[in-house]
């Protein structure tokens, strides 16, 4: 009887020590900071947190990044690609409400650690 508790009390903690580990972690300060501001202002071109940059790929990407599709055509395209979804045909949303929720799920993917469409990183 005593062992459950004990077995219970030693996976709370660590799952604390793993939260707080977690948190020391994201307190850190990231060495790769001081490029967030260039790859704002050229989107796609590289990522700040990737590990070693090459320069010719980041060179390919700025070109593709510069003269890639609009946000229009972006966003056209996606509307496209769901007209036959539940929430279109509901008439509920209107497509700029489409188009915000698909950007907010990719952001919130990028966010977690997920996979996410890189193509529409550039429109956060």
Do not use: C
């Not at 796609?44 to 070109?63: D, E, I, R, V």
């Not at 929430?87 to 966010?111: I, P, V, Y």
Request: charged fraction near 20%.
């Amino acid at each position: 009887m005593v062992l459950p508790l004990i077995a219970g009390g030693l996976g709370m903690y660590a799952l604390a020590e793993q939260e707080k580990a977690r948190k020391e972690a994201a307190a850190k300060p990231n060495p790769m900071e001081f490029l967030g501001a260039f790859a704002k202002a050229i989107p796609g071109s590289f990522s700040p947190t990737s590990k070693g940059l090459n320069f010719l790929q980041g060179l390919g990407h700025l070109g593709s990044s510069i003269f890639g599709p609009s946000e229009e055509s972006s966003q056209k395209a996606y509307l496209e690609d769901i007209a036959n979804s539940p929430a279109m045909q509901s008439g509920a949303f209107t497509n700029d409400d489409l188009w915000q929720q698909k950007l907010k799920h990719e952001q919130w993917k990028k966010a977690q650690g997920r996979n996410y469409n890189k193509d529409f990183e550039r429109f956060f």
